[in-house]
Each structure stands twice: as C-alpha cells, then as structure tokens.
C-alpha cells in the first residue's frame, strides 16, 4: 500500500509522455492566457479573465501532472542481460 | 519532466511567464481607450472672510469660501481596467509673490460607474487659504474639475473635464457675517 503510494506520488512517466507533456503545456498554457485576455476585453470584465485562466489552468494541471497511463505507453525496452559468467 | 514534481515546477514557471504578459497586456490595453469627457463648471460666488490661524506668529488669516456648480459625465472613463475615479476640484492662481497655486478645495471618489455622473451644486470641502496669509493683491483664479483614473494592473492617469471660461476674482475682504 504504503510502496504503491509512493510510486503514484513519484508519477513516473516514459520518454515519449514527457515530450508530449511538454508539448501539450506549451501550446495549452499561451492559449488559455490569450483566450482569457481576449474574453475579458471583449466583455470588459476582468473577472471573467482571471476565473478563465484560474479554472483553465488547474483543467491543464489535471491533464498533465498526474501519471496517466497515455504517458506510459512507450517503456523503454531493455537490452537482455549479457551472461557474464561466460567469459571467465 | 519524469516526475510529478518535475511537471508542477515545468507548469507553475510558464504560467508565471504567462500572468505577467497577461498583466502587461492588460496594462497596455488601457491605452485603447481614450475617453475624454468634458462638464461643465460654474462658480456661484466667492466669499473672502478673516479668521484666526492656530500660528501665533500671523494672528489673522483670510478663508475663502467659493460655491460651485459642477456637472459632468464621467462614465466614459470607466472600462474594464478602471477601479476608481478620483475627481477633485482645484483653484489656480498666483499669489502676489508670483507663485502659482493649485489649491483642492472638493474632492470625490468615484469607485462605480453607475455613480460617474457628477452634479455637485455645493461649498468647498477643504480650508481654502492662502500660504502669504492674505488674498489681498492676488490674481483672479481660475477654476478646474480634473480627475485621476486608477487603473487595476497599470499607470495612473490624469484629465481635465473642465475649466471656468473667465478667472474669477478674489473679492475684498467682508467682516465676519
């Protein structure tokens, strides 16, 4: 239990996740602000700005900070073990 | 980016980034619009009276005491980045060592834009006096309605909605009433 939480905690994600995580973060997070800015000149409400960016920003973290299992599709696959023993 | 605290700090660094742009935007934003409205103000009548100044060195000192009808609309100067209207009312004149004076005698604070139409027939809110003790020998004044707006996220700017046409003269000084 205890080892299982702490792997969740650690949230360990492949090679091909951390690119796309990466990916999805530089786009998404210019967008939310740019959508926000022009959603509130539009309405005159800096209100309206802020909540956007604020709930747009914590959907963004839920999307890529936990350790969802479409970031762990591509394990990096070792090579077998080399007998050593052989050689001596 | 291997680890969820990896994820957090890559997240929590743009976004910093990003709120700042965000602020500026919204600084700059200000500058589109330019709303410059204008009102009117007149001066009923000014009042010279003396009356005694807490300094014991200059035992008599002249008050005046001005009524005024001002009207303006102010709401045009409120747009998403506005938080409040300062308007304050001021007379400026040169005394007679040629200093000139910008003196607030009323002031208003203004933080909706439901209540941004002015219409004040009033008196002067602040002591109005002069700093040479005496409005003997000192130019006509003429009367200003100006306004601050403050911004939420940007720099403080400043207008003036109106002016008397004709600089009004301090009148001789009367006894107490």
């Known amino acids: 239990m ?84 052989k050689k001596e | 980016m291997h680890s969820i605290y990896q994820r957090i700090n890559n997240l929590s660094a743009l976004l910093s980034s990003c709120v700042l742009s965000l602020l500026a935007a919204i600084a700059l934003s200000s500058l589109l619009f330019t709303a410059d409205p204008m009102g009117t103000l007149s001066i009923g009548s000014v009042k010279v009276y003396p009356g005694k100044a807490r300094n014991f060195n200059e035992p008599r000192r002249e008050h005046a005491f001005v009524r005024f009808n001002v009207s303006a609309d102010l709401s045009p100067l409120f747009h998403w980045n506005t938080k409040q209207l300062f308007v304050y009312l001021g007379a400026e004149y040169a005394n007679s060592a040629g200093v000139i004076n910008d003196v607030v005698i009323w002031d208003r604070i203004v933080r909706r834009k439901e209540d941004a139409v002015i219409n004040v027939s009033g008196k002067n809110k602040y002591i109005f006096k002069e700093v040479s003790s005496s409005f003997k020998a000192v130019e006509p004044a003429f009367y200003t309605l100006k306004y601050n707006v403050m911004p939420y996220v940007g720099a403080l700017t400043y207008g003036e909605a109106a002016r008397t046409d004709e600089p009004v003269v301090f009148p001789v000084v009367q006894d107490r009433v």
Request: aromatic share 10%.
């Open chain 1, 2 to 85: 205890q080892s299982s939480l702490q792997t969740y905690l650690e949230g360990r994600i492949d090679f091909e996740g951390q690119n796309k995580v990466e990916k999805i973060t530089r786009i998404a997070l210019p967008g939310i602000t740019a959508t926000a800015f022009f959603a509130g000149l539009a309405t005159q409400s800096l209100r309206l700005t802020f909540s956007l960016l604020g709930l747009a920003t914590l959907a963004l973290a839920l999307m890529v900070v936990p350790q969802w299992p479409m970031y762990n599709e591509h394990p990096v696959k070792w090579l077998p073990v080399k007998d050593a023993k």
